[in-house]
């Protein structure tokens, strides 16, 4: 089996719920148990490419048949086709990468930690068709940073006051600018999420932070965006007994990255792992997932990488 990363990169507030909450908020976002950490889940990222594969994804030069028929090794046969079979693609999970965080200078901040650092580290370095260049570079970077209380940025960086200050939301930090470390680690992200675009790399790059894990993970819990929906009658122009409710959103901005694996096709094609993977787009893929389709929830670029 082959095992390659994706990047999802949220052009639009992005909801992927898990149905009715408990707590302060009605529509919770999806967290992982472990971690409480955001994460949309690889069966949403899955079912969207499959509904929008003969648009999207596939050659067009292809006749409709074999569109289908290419579909169907990718993500499995129709449960009323007369032969069945699994998909050849399995998609992960997408984890949370750099959430976007409201700044005293510089606006936003993309903001990142140690831990998650590590964890994308090992999915960079098991994926089976990275170049082996990219691997070193990431191999060599460490991911024991930051001290206590104290944030990593790069030198220059839009986020800094009086020089060794940011202020995130609530929190005023000490910072700690011109870190190699915190350096390349920007340079690598911004070139998986901007491949083609100088100009954002760059504007990554000077809003770049490393924080504290326990830092961030409280800033996951609370920096999320929350809005508030309402169902007005027709009639008496009032708020409709019962439709007043709260839905939690990762801002515009936010980045995850996810591991899916590829293996050879469990159609009568034979085709290898290889060659399946080919049929996959290299190119950044617009797509909407999520609920809240028609308030513009979702929207987002899908990078296939490596």
């Known amino acids: ?30 967290r992982s148990r472990a971690t409480n950490l955001p994460i949309v889940a690889g069966s949403a990222i899955k079912g969207v490419l499959r509904d929008e594969f003969n648009s999207k994804l596939s050659q067009p030069n292809l ?11 990718l993500f499995g046969a129709e449960i009323n086709d007369d032969v069945t079979h699994a998909g050849a693609v399995a998609f992960g999970d997408a984890q949370l990468l750099l959430l976007p965080i409201r700044s005293f200078a510089g606006t936003v901040a993309y903001a990142t930690c ?12 098991s ?25 990593n940025v790069v030198s220059g960086s839009l986020l800094l006051i009086d020089d060794n200050k940011i202020a995130l939301e609530d929190l005023d930090l000490n910072a ?5 470390q ?31 894990d326990d830092v961030f993970s409280f800033l996951a819990d609370t920096a999320t965006e929350i809005r508030t929906r309402i169902k007005i009658n027709r009639d008496t122009r009032i708020v409709e007994k019962g439709m007043l409710w709260t839905e939690e959103n990762l801002p515009c901005e936010t980045v995850l990255w996810g591991v899916f694996g590829v293996s050879q096709a469990r159609n009568q094609s034979g085709k290898t ?16 997932i999520g609920g809240k389709h028609t308030v513009g929830r979702g929207l987002c670029r899908l990078m296939i990488g490596g």
């Open 1 to 30: 089996m082959e095992t390659r990363l994706f990047h999802l990169h949220a052009l639009s507030a992005l909801h992927v719920g898990t149905g009715q909450g408990v707590g302060a908020v009605d529509l919770p976002i999806a």
């Open 63 to 73: 006749s409709d048949e074999e569109k289908n028929k290419i579909k169907k090794m």
């Open 114 to 125: 140690p831990f998650i650092l590590k964890r994308y580290q090992r999915d960079i370095l």
């Open 127 to 151: 994926s089976t068709t990275l170049d082996k260049s990219i691997k070193e570079s990431i191999q060599g970077l460490s991911t024991s940073l930051p001290k206590q209380d104290v944030a």
């Open 176 to 180: 700690t600018p011109d870190d190699d």
């Open 182 to 212: 915190t350096k390349e680690w920007a340079k690598q992200i911004a070139k998986s999420v901007y491949p083609n675009d100088e100009e954002w790399k760059n504007e990554l790059k000077q809003r770049f932070v490393i924080l504290p």
């Open 273 to 288: 792992a290889e060659e399946v993977s080919k049929l996959l787009p290299e190119q950044e893929l617009p797509i909407q």
